[in-house]
């Protein structure tokens, strides 16, 4: 970090929570160029945490320390920032708004108690973010909006709230509506639909508190009563909708209590205009952070269980219970080394405590599961990529601990003498391949080391050694992931180059043959003989290699013929014509020949390769390619596009159905060439402005097309 950096973050100490009670966890969601980093920083800089705030496009904010952050100018990595307002500390988790980077965002759901969307408004919001509402929904997080970049020249409150109300759900009411300046574009300050006062920021930060002008009256009287209906039918009381109606004024003070409950319920999800450059409306939102948003104690803790999976009582955000954390994000700083963003749910991590790491569940991604016992010898609070240490860690607060060896994004951390695993939470799959070839010796030992680190980090990126086509596959999300793991690994001192990703294919016979394997050298000593004659037939897909022995007569001693079984299958592995392996067929075994001396075992396997490939110069190679049946979601609006689509990739269409998950989607089962979706994942964001996603799963293998057989016949080079 930069000297001046530092100079910047440092203005305040670390707050440390005594209790549950004084912690808010909130996860700043929204779209790529939404104001999320923009609008923490000025957050931070309203609370006195941070001298001054950063820019984005100058690389000095809080949350954006990541280099590829600053390289790309947009949020890459999950980033904690606390703040302290009114003795409240709130956690803001800033996450990416990118779809490539999906994985960070979930971590910090998984970390947070509600979630502040935040909408532009003036380029709206993308279907990604209606699609997190509805996810958020499902689970009861607690939700509100900020309206940020009212200062753009085609900023439109009006209709980027009527978005909101459409998208969110009429659930979505303002609390306070702009208040424009002279020129009726620039926004000075905020009108307070509850209070009836208007908030004056044309002086600066903090506002001046006024009575509203004559001209305010209309619109606070048309958008006060909708959000007063709004509040009063989440209101416990049920006498309070009929006062309401008789005429009867209802106190704020009532209004707000209500207001507050309806939040913390995720029954009720206020609006806060806001512009961050300016801090219009920067007061109006910390009061909602700290007042409506809940606690940790009224949030719901993930299920645990014992280590071997056995079941365990559920948890309480107790600072006296048993210790239970996660590890939501893990990154590997060069100074300090490994670095773990944690979340306790239950008990208090100090330091100097011996603790329990466990991780379960993502062997598949190249995280084996792993248990070890560690000591915690510093707890921090941080601020971006600074670390400012503090005593201890309440059950309900996010702190970071430093240099553990074991661990990694997802693991649960525990007391040693009650060891416990938190149930994962849903991790995204990796569908965008990209093959890395190192450029010398050295760079593959590099490589090896600086692949472990990211692994760890980076549950959404998937480690594939393809032992068939001897390519290095980092699965990624999307390109712009890529490009970031790359970098990063480019960073790190290791040179590498990248070529498309392969898919393995099969070889098959298309029809019966036969074929002998005629193996005889003498050349002084003992020679080699052996000779044996086949008879080959197709079998249906997946049934495998059958070997069948009809010798008669002893024309090979017993005890060679299972030697000519494996030289069949060691061919067949290391197939005829492309490389691939060969399967699905039958090999009877009927003659041969055999020398009293000069046989062997060795020279019957050379007999049997050599029989198979006999039979294979006879008999038509067809070349198998894997299809995959997959599912994908997309807006309704795309599902022509799609269908378009998926025919040009040599798809079959299985049917469409209405997404379960509701909302305007539409989910398409069809069957595709696995070739076909090396880069599918690019195309369909480009055809669904980035809302479509899809899932995978292995059918079959099928014959591939005559010319593509023939081009993947020339492409590939066997190197065995």
């Known amino acids: 970090m930069a000297r001046g950096d530092k100079e910047k973050v440092s203005q305040a100490p670390a707050q440390v929570a005594e209790q549950p009670s004084d912690v808010r966890n909130v996860v700043v969601v929204g779209h790529a160029g939404s104001g999320k980093t923009t609008l923490v920083e000025a957050l931070l800089a309203a609370t006195g945490t941070i001298g001054r705030a950063g820019s984005v ?270 590890v939501v994000k893990t990154t590997i700083d060069p100074y300090v080394g490994r670095v773990s963003l944690v979340r306790v749910f239950s008990g208090t991590l100090r330091p100097d405590t011996p603790v329990h790491i466990s991780g379960h569940g993502l062997a598949e991604r190249g995280h084996p599961d792993h248990d070890a016992d560690e000591r915690v010898t510093h707890i921090y609070s941080p601020l971006g990529a600074n670390l400012r240490e503090v005593a201890k860690c309440v059950a309900g607060d996010i702190c970071a601990v430093t240099k553990s060896t074991a661990a990694e994004t997802g693991d649960t951390i525990s007391g040693k003498d009650r060891p416990l695993l938190v149930a994962p939470w849903l991790m995204p799959e990796p569908l965008l391949p990209v093959a890395v070839v190192p450029k010398t010796r050295s760079d593959e030992d590099a490589l090896a080391k600086n692949l472990a680190k990211l692994v760890a980090g980076d549950p959404t990126l998937r480690l594939e050694r393809n032992p068939e086509t001897h390519q290095l596959v980092l699965w990624c999300m999307g390109e712009a992931h890529a490009d970031v793991v790359l970098d990063r690994l480019r960073a790190g001192g290791v040179e590498l180059s990248t070529e498309p990703a392969k898919v393995a294919l099969r070889e098959a016979f298309a029809a019966p043959a036969s074929g002998q394997g005629r193996h005889v050298k003498q050349s002084g000593g003992h020679g080699q003989y052996a000779v044996c004659a086949i008879q080959l037939e197709p079998l249906p897909r997946g049934t495998g290699i059958e070997f069948v022995d009809k010798i008669v007569g002893g024309a090979i001693p017993h005890n060679y013929i299972p030697s000519v079984e494996k030289g069949v299958r060691a061919q067949a592995e290391k197939g005829i014509v492309a490389g691939y392996p060969v399967v699905d067929f039958r090999v009877t075994l009927v003659d041969g020949k055999a020398h009293s001396v000069d046989s062997s075992d060795a020279a019957f396997q050379t007999a049997g390769s050599m029989a198979l490939k006999d039979a294979a110069e006879k008999a038509q190679i067809t070349l198998l390619e894997p299809v995959d049946e997959v599912v994908i979601t997309v807006p309704d609006s795309a599902v022509g596009a799609v269908m378009s689509d998926l025919s040009g990739r040599r798809g079959r269409v299985l049917g469409s159905e209405s997404d379960p998950g509701g909302g305007e989607r539409t989910q398409v089962r069809a069957e595709v060439p696995a070739v076909e979706l090396l880069r599918y994942l690019v195309d369909l964001r480009s055809m669904t402005a980035g809302a479509g996603t899809f899932t995978r799963e292995f059918a079959r293998y099928e014959p591939m097309p005559g010319h593509l057989a023939d081009q993947a016949r020339k492409e590939h080079t066997p190197t065995r």
């Open 57 to 326: 496009t100058e690389g000095t904010t809080v949350t954006d320390h990541d280099p590829a952050a600053v390289k790309q100018q947009r949020s890459v990595a999950l980033a904690c920032a606390p703040l302290s307002h009114q003795g409240v500390k709130v956690n803001l988790l800033d996450t990416p708004g990118y779809a490539d980077f999906v994985g960070e965002l979930r971590a910090g759901l998984r970390a947070a108690d509600a979630a502040l969307f935040v909408v532009s408004a003036w380029d709206g919001m993308d279907a990604a973010t209606a699609t997190l509402w509805e996810e958020c929904a499902a689970v009861g997080m607690p939700r509100a909006v900020a309206i940020t970049r009212l200062d753009h020249p085609r900023a439109d409150f009006d209709e980027a709230l009527a978005l909101c109300q459409r998208v969110f759900g009429e659930e979505v009411q303002p609390l306070y509506l702009p208040m424009h300046g002279d020129d009726g574009h620039s926004v000075e300050g905020l009108i307070g639909l509850i209070s009836q006062q208007v908030y004056d920021y044309s002086n600066g930060y903090p506002p001046q508190v006024r009575r509203p002008d004559p001209e305010h009256l209309p619109a606070i009287e048309e958008s006060r009563g909708e959000l007063i209906e709004g509040i009063i039918a989440e209101s416990e009381d049920e006498t309070l909708m009929d006062r309401y109606l008789a005429g009867e004024v209802i106190d704020s003070q009532v209004l707000i209590d209500d207001l507050e409950k309806a939040v913390a319920r995720g029954h009720f999800h206020p609006a806060v205009p806001v512009c961050a450059e300016t801090g219009v409306g920067l007061d109006a939102l910390l009061e909602l952070l700290t007042r409506a948003f809940p606690t940790p104690l009224e949030h719901p803790l993930p299920a645990v269980t014992g280590v071997d999976g056995s079941p365990r009582d559920a948890l309480d955000c107790d600072p006296n219970g048993p210790l239970v954390a996660e």
